[in-house]
């Protein structure tokens, strides 16, 4: 009689420690899920007021007509200085890391684009990353699997086309046979409105 009793005292005492043991360890998780959606918040603003500063200096260049600004005082591609009416953003996670880039490109449409210079934001120095910069006959694309195709020109005869990815805020070149050319649908905005 005593060791059922004592059995059932143990038990009671386990199941009351195993309840207390996952109460509190929930109450960990929502902590860690409420302070990562603040961190994720408090990045997005970041990452938002870079942006943002990048593509005000476009549209004043634009308004302009780059008479008092230079693509190249923001580090840009010079084609900005005399690209068509269809010069568009868009912000897309292209490596997946939660990060969206900063997609700068002349857009007809969402499949027909020529990107001229793409921005990550680093996360650990706070800073605007330029990832690629393009320029006349150097342009880029991105594919469904988030490798980045720079296609280029040297003369008629003479062209390249090279896939990198991005790791640690910079690309990184990856075999011919690693990508294909299955182009990704990129939303694309106007710059100019």
């Known amino acids: 009689m005593k060791k059922g009793i004592i ?11 195993t309840v207390a043991a996952v109460k509190l360890h929930e109450a960990y998780f929502v902590a860690d899920v409420i302070s990562d959606e603040a961190y994720q918040d408090e990045l997005s603003a970041e990452v938002r007021k870079e942006y943002e500063g990048l593509l ?5 260049g634009f308004k302009d007509h780059w008479e008092e600004f230079d693509p190249s005082d923001r580090d840009l591609s010079d084609v900005w200085g005399y690209c068509s009416e269809y010069v568009s953003y868009s912000e897309h996670d292209i490596d997946g890391n939660g990060i969206p880039e900063l997609i700068l490109a002349d857009s007809f449409d969402d ?35 988030g490798v980045i195709i720079e296609s280029g020109s040297n003369s008629a005869y003479d062209s390249f ?5 991005i790791e640690d805020c910079r690309l990184t070149e990856i075999r011919g046979d690693a ?15």
């Open 56 to 60: 005000t200096f476009l549209q004043d």
């Open 161 to 165: 086309q090279r896939g990198f990815i």
């Open 111 to 145: 499949w027909n684009y020529l990107i001229y210079d793409i921005f990550t934001f680093n996360e650990e120095s706070g800073t605007l990353v330029h990832l690629a910069k393009g320029g006349e006959r150097d342009t880029f694309q991105v594919n469904g699997d």
């Open 179 to 193: 990508w294909n050319d299955d182009m990704l649908k990129i939303d694309f905005k106007r710059i100019q409105e």
């Open 7 to 17: 059995i059932t005292s143990v038990l009671a005492v386990v199941t009351a420690l």
